[in-house]
């Protein structure tokens, strides 16, 4: 039974925790409330417009919450309310994963590491992406996992038990088709525990799954329906390229630890090796490796046989590393550095790295005072907002029926730039979720305006003309930061569509 000292300790923890979910999750709003909608999130608030039992790109889960989030506050930057909130409950439920596995002090690490690390800070942490949803799924799912293995429930409880994980897995399967990643890891460490062995002699596992998988059951019918095309896209997306690329594999490695911030993957890396040395003896810590490191092995791998991966992928799987860092670090190594001088140095990085990052989307200083080199883009581009398109003289000279883009990332912030009104139509072999959304032969013999990146301008007439009876005039505008022109547009009157556009995907 805890001593009264011990339960002291663990309430001052927690009241830690609680504090530092607040002033992180503020500072999570300051952030996304100063920074447009990327590429990403104006593409996926676009495509989430149509509710869909599944989506082109993922599973439906993060896209059904932009739907109703945009229905609330708007398709701007409020969209994002609802991502930072679930990434509070997501912290908190990795403070107490950690703290039932091991103590609360380990929990208050393992939650500081993960909200000052730049990927779950930022993009996770708040931003509409999967992985907000994924992760409070996944961390749900450990949390109820480990008071199964760990915990002593009785025959009643472990049924409630597995039923919650399969619940929890379900929503992970409707958030991200790498939860199949950690669905693997379970039985994985069931597999290499001789006390976890016999669950597979049990009916629960199995009902768990069965349940799991039937709130997957969107994703299945809706590909199904579309000819498989997500899985497709998705699976193609890791398959072998030909020759193994070390260049490839190694900027996948440089990108996680720049992802997840230096001075926060030393001790990522130190509690992943000192649960591989001690997994043998701490189930533990086995548990959680099996939950992490088949994801991060897998997609740091991709490279290795020709496959060119992102270094975002693996991140669902260092979520659980946290753990294992807030132990390593609670257990011995805090007291022989000083932890506090780390804490206030990684806070005051995260905050530079976000006050320059901002600053410069908003501005473009950076650019201003540096050159880029040839060929390199400014990725802060991606942030600025469109809706200067509104204005735009040619659209108060007509009203076009439809709108024709040639880029997919450019299609979403044309969207949310003309509004939910004007449907927007995409011309390329590349289209994404935006060729569901609606179908060029609804709008036939009507008229349209092509928006495409000026130096396509004679790509884009050649490759449409045959679509139209004629096109007009182009017409030149450019978007950009205040008193600069960095996303030069041209604007294409297109009259009579005469024919279909083609379409890459079986509809």
């Not at 011990?6 to 002033?23: F, H, K, M, W, Y």
């Not at 994002?80 to 107490?96: H, I, N």
Request: proline letters at 7%; aromatic letters at 12%.
């Amino acid at each position: 039974m805890p001593s009264p000292l011990t339960n002291e300790s663990d309430g001052v923890a927690t009241r830690a925790a609680l504090v530092l979910i607040g002033a992180f999750t503020l500072a999570r709003l300051a952030l996304d409330l100063s920074l447009g909608l990327g590429a990403d999130e104006a593409y996926t608030v676009a495509v989430s417009r149509r509710l869909a039992l599944s989506y082109f790109d993922h599973p439906p889960l993060h896209q059904w919450l932009a739907h109703f989030s945009a229905q609330a506050f708007g398709e701007g930057v409020w969209v994002r309310l609802p991502f930072v909130a679930l990434f509070a409950a997501t912290s908190w439920l990795l403070f107490a994963l950690t703290r039932n596995l091991f103590d609360a002090r380990a929990g208050l690490w393992a939650l500081f590491g993960l909200n000052a690390s730049a990927f779950f800070f930022a993009s996770a942490g708040g931003w509409v992406v999967p992985d907000g949803c994924l992760l409070l799924a996944l961390a749900a799912t450990a949390l109820v996992l480990a008071r199964l293995f760990f915990g002593d429930p009785d025959a009643g409880a472990a049924w409630r038990l597995w039923l919650a994980a399969g619940f929890w897995l379900g929503l992970a399967g409707l958030s991200k088709y790498s939860a199949i990643l950690v669905a693997l890891g379970i039985v994985l460490f069931m597999a290499l525990s001789r006390r976890q062995r016999h669950w597979f002699a049990h009916p629960a596992p199995y009902v768990g799954a069965l349940l799991a998988l039937a709130l997957v059951a969107p994703v299945i019918v809706w590909n199904y329906e579309n000819d498989w095309v997500s899985f497709l896209f998705q699976g193609g997306r890791g398959a072998p390229g030909g020759r193994m690329r070390l260049d490839l594999a190694g900027a996948m490695i440089a990108g996680q630890v720049a992802l997840l911030t230096p001075w926060i993957f030393a001790p990522l890396a130190g509690g992943l090796l000192a649960a591989a040395r001690l997994a043998r003896s701490d189930e533990r810590r086995l548990f959680l490796l099996c939950l992490g490191a088949p994801t991060i092995a897998l997609f740091t791998l991709t490279p290795l046989w020709g496959a060119r991966g992102l270094p975002h992928w693996p991140m669902p799987g260092w979520f659980f590393v946290f753990a294992l860092a807030g132990v390593w670090v609670s257990e011995g190594w805090a007291s022989r550095f000083n932890m506090r001088a780390w804490v206030i140095g990684a806070c005051a990085l995260l905050a530079a790295i976000a006050v320059i990052f901002v600053t410069h989307a908003n501005t473009g200083w950076i650019t201003q005072v540096v050159a880029l080199p040839a060929g390199v883009v400014d990725p802060t581009l991606e942030t600025l907002d469109w809706s200067a398109l509104r204005s735009a003289p040619l659209f108060a000279e007509t009203r076009p029926k439809f709108i024709i883009c040639v880029k997919w990332s450019d299609a979403g912030k044309i969207a949310l730039a003309l509004g939910p009104d004007t449907p927007v139509l995409i011309y390329s072999d590349d289209p994404r979720g935006i060729a569901f959304l609606d179908k060029s032969s609804n709008y036939l013999g009507q008229d349209g305006v092509i928006i495409a990146p000026a130096f396509k301008r004679d790509f884009v007439i050649a490759s449409l003309q045959p679509f139209f009876a004629s096109l007009g005039s182009p017409r030149e505008m450019a978007l950009g930061r205040p008193g600069q022109t960095e996303i030069p547009l041209v604007l294409i009157p297109a009259h009579g569509l005469t024919r279909p556009l083609p379409a890459p995907y079986p509809r």
